[in-house]
């Protein structure tokens, strides 16, 4: 099993969709959790950063975690064509510099 | 915000030559930076672990001698593929953190390497 899991997808959702993203995770030490979007070619993009559970929320982006249940999600409002890309989830232990990413769930918003 | 920035953004090299992949962090002090490997459609394998003033920290099955990793100041590390061959074409990413780790990660926008 591995410590991060993503379903790759592809996600195809008509524009204007609330789109929901999730990544479980076995490690109960994980302290810290990201989201990053990577377009096409281009190097990861820092979305949210989350510490321990609860929900933060960020324009059309509210990030959840729920260290009970060892699940994170992204959600994103009012989807746009734009918001196509590959979102990543990633989670590190707090004191530790290194961390866990999952494999990326490619988004599809289509007009 | 912190900022990284990578270049090339791309190269195309021949096959036996080596290839210079630089890493800044352009607003941010970064003790430590990490190099990674994604192939099309996969996620990032982290390869090494750059710090500064030491030796990188190579994860299992990176060859160290391949992959020369330097990081000779807090805001610049550097990855060197040496005898490049095909099979290392794909695409590098480096990443640093302004903070202890905790606060995010930010990554430089890769370099697509070919070797030809």
């Known amino acids: 099993q591995k410590e991060v899991e993503q379903d790759p997808g592809p996600l195809s959702v008509p524009e204007g969709a609330i789109v929901s993203l999730n990544c479980t995770y076995s490690n109960s030490a994980f302290q810290y959790f990201m989201w990053y979007r990577q377009y096409s070619r281009k190097g990861p993009e820092l979305l949210m950063y989350?510490?321990?559970?609860g929900n933060k929320e960020d324009g059309r982006f509210t990030a959840q975690v729920d260290k009970s249940s060892k699940y994170i999600s992204l959600f994103i409002r009012d989807s746009q064509p734009s918001d196509s890309a590959t979102y990543l989830c990633?989670?590190?232990?707090?004191?530790?510099?290194?961390?866990?990413f999952g494999r990326g769930t490619s988004l599809i918003v289509h007009p | 915000g912190a900022v990284v920035s990578q270049h090339p953004s791309w190269v195309i090299c021949k096959s036996g030559t080596s290839v210079k992949i630089e890493c800044r962090s352009l607003d941010f002090q970064a003790t430590t930076m990490f190099w990674y490997r994604q192939f099309p459609k996969q996620s990032l394998m982290l390869m090494a672990t750059s710090n500064e003033g030491s030796k990188a920290t190579y994860e299992q099955g990176v060859e160290k001698d391949k992959f020369l990793i330097n990081h000779a100041s807090l805001t610049l590390s550097t990855l060197t593929v040496t005898s490049a061959h095909p099979e290392d074409s794909s695409f590098y990413i480096c990443?640093?953190?302004?903070?202890?780790?905790?606060?995010?990660?930010?990554f430089g926008s890769g370099t697509r390497l070919t070797v030809v």
């Open positions: 990633a989670m590190n232990l707090g004191g530790s510099y290194i961390p866990t």
């Open positions: 990443s640093a953190s302004p903070g202890l780790g905790n606060y995010g990660y930010t």
């Open positions: 989350t510490y321990s559970s």
